[in-house]
């Protein structure tokens, strides 16, 4: 009997802290998220309509003949949370010979004819799909945004073929341009980009731009593989 009036005074305090518990609040972000289906709740932008604009810049790390540095930037038009146009990605590049090649033509007194491609400039166009995106609590205080998306499209390339020849121990190697050109291109990459704001994200990137251009007189496949670090700027809707 004791047993079944504490049962009884146990349901009845339940029942009255149930009743006055409040209400989930609704927000129009969670009435979007609930809509949409997110698992990803609470996040700090949108991407669908808005607009980025994008500065960059970055390095070839696997060019041992050049030591070439890139600047540049993008414009990129976002049609859904996962699927946008970079409707103008630019670099330029800016090189000069490499110390390992430096010290190969200074030791090597019989080579005349050492050519490679030389980016000046390109501009593609890609599509981009940001399959993945998450986020990760620091500290149990803030949270992390970000995601993880795919490049790929096709673009034009402004090249010059370069020509180095040894010219002994004591002095710079000699160099002269073969031929220079606009070629086609192509270009696939990974990036990772992390929103510190609502309108600011900051992306790290590999990206590989082939190029079909020219050497030794005949034009072959040349990958020129970048590693790149850039700052964005999400501007509101478009409408």
Known sequence: MKKLVQLVLFLCVSSNVWADAPPPIRTPQSEYENSIGAVVRNKIHYKSGHVEVQLAGGVLPYDSVLSTFMAGGRFIWHLSDHLAWEVIDGHMFFNKIGGFTTGLLQSKTNITNLQTPRLKFIAS???????????????????????????????????????????????????????????????????????????????????????HTETYGAKRLHSFYTTMVGLAFFIPSLG
């Open 125 to 211: 166009t890609n599509l981009l799909v940001s399959p993945l995106y998450s986020k990760i609590h620091i500290g149990g205080r803030w949270d992390l945004f970000f995601d993880i998306y795919l490049a790929l499209g096709v673009g034009l390339a402004s090249t010059e073929t370069i020509k180095f020849a040894s010219t002994g121990a004591s002095s710079d190697p000699s160099e002269s341009i073969v031929r220079s050109g606009f070629d086609p291109a192509f270009n696939v990459g990974l990036g990772f980009k992390i929103y510190l704001t609502g309108g600011i994200g900051l992306t790290l990137e590999l990206r590989d731009y082939i190029v």
